[in-house]
C-alpha cells in the first residue's frame, strides 16, 4: 500500500531498450527485496539487497537506505522480461520482521 | 529442490464450506509464510512461523482464519465457512534464515481459492 510506493504502474518497452523502475518506503527498512511474476503467476525472487547494488544478467537493483528507495534498472529488455515486477521492504515489527509489498509495475516488452 | 510446494493449485468451495491450504516449504528453510493475492488489495501478509513457532498472524482476519504449522515440512492455512470474499490467490513463501542473515524469500505457485 502507501508504505511501498512503486512507479510506474505499468511500463511498455520496445524489445531491446533499457528502463528503470522504482519504489519508495516510508518505513524503516533495512532489506529490500524484488520479485518478478510472470503471466502464469509464478513469484521468481530477483534480488535481495540490503544497502547497496547488485546485478545479475541484464538486472541492476539498487537501495539506498538513507533515502528510502530503491530503483531496478532493466537492460536490453526481452520479450521475456514481460510480467509484473514486484518490490517488497522487510518492516521491522514488535512482533517480527515481515515483507510489505508494492502494488506492482506491469511491464510490457514488444517486439 | 522442488522448491516451495503448495497443493491443490486451485480450489473451489461452496459459500460456507471450509477450505484447507496446504504448503510444503523448501528443506531445510526455518520461516514459512502465508500471503494473499488479490487484484483490489495486491499482495497482503498474513502470518509466518519460524521454526514452527507463530511469530506474526497480524494480517489474519481474526474470525475464521487459523493456520498451524505441526512439524518442519508442512504448513497449513485454514478458513472456516468460506465467504466469496476470501476468494484469492493464497501464496506461500519460505526463507532460510528469515530474521537473521540469509532472508531472501521463495514463493510456492500459489492456491487460487474460488467460493461460489
Known amino acids: 500500500g502507501d508504505q511501498v510506493k512503486q512507479s510506474p504502474s505499468a511500463l511498455s518497452l520496445q524489445e531491446g531498450t533499457n528502463s528503470a523502475l522504482r519504489c519508495n518506503f516510508s518505513?524503516?527498512?533495512?532489506?529490500v527485496q524484488w520479485f518478478l511474476q510472470n503471466p502464469r503467476g509464478s513469484l521468481m525472487n530477483l534480488f535481495y539487497?540490503?544497502?547497496g547494488t547488485k546485478e545479475n544478467g541484464r538486472l541492476k537493483s539498487t537501495f539506498n537506505s538513507k533515502e528510502s528507495y530503491s530503483t531496478l534498472h532493466i537492460r536490453d529488455a526481452q520479450l521475456e522480461d514481460s510480467g509484473t515486477y514486484f518490490c517488497a521492504a522487510e518492516a521491522r515489527g514488535s512482533s517480527g520482521n515481515k515483507l510489505i509489498f508494492g502494488i506492482g509495475t506491469l511491464l510490457s516488452v514488444k517486439p | 529442490n522442488a522448491g516451495v510446494i503448495q497443493t491443490p493449485r486451485h480450489k473451489v468451495t461452496g459459500k460456507g464450506q471450509e477450505a484447507t491450504l496446504w504448503c510444503e516449504p523448501i528443506?531445510?528453510?526455518?520461516?514459512v509464510f502465508w500471503y494473499r493475492q488479490t487484484i483490489v488489495q495486491g499482495l497482503e501478509f498474513l502470518t509466518y512461523f519460524r521454526n514452527q513457532a507463530p511469530i506474526d498472524d497480524s494480517g489474519m482476519p481474526k474470525e475464521r482464519f487459523s493456520a498451524q504449522m505441526p512439524n518442519q515440512s508442512h504448513s497449513t492455512l485454514k478458513i472456516q465457512s468460506t465467504q466469496p470474499q476470501d476468494s484469492a490467490v493464497y501464496l506461500c513463501?519460505?526463507?532460510?534464515?528469515?530474521?537473521?542473515?540469509?532472508?531472501?524469500?521463495?514463493f510456492g505457485h500459489g492456491t487460487k481459492l474460488s467460493v461460489l
Open positions: 513463501a519460505s526463507s532460510l534464515d528469515w530474521g537473521i542473515s540469509n532472508e531472501r524469500l521463495f
Open positions: 528443506s531445510g528453510h526455518s520461516a
Open positions: 518505513i524503516a527498512t533495512t532489506t
Open positions: 539487497l540490503v544497502p
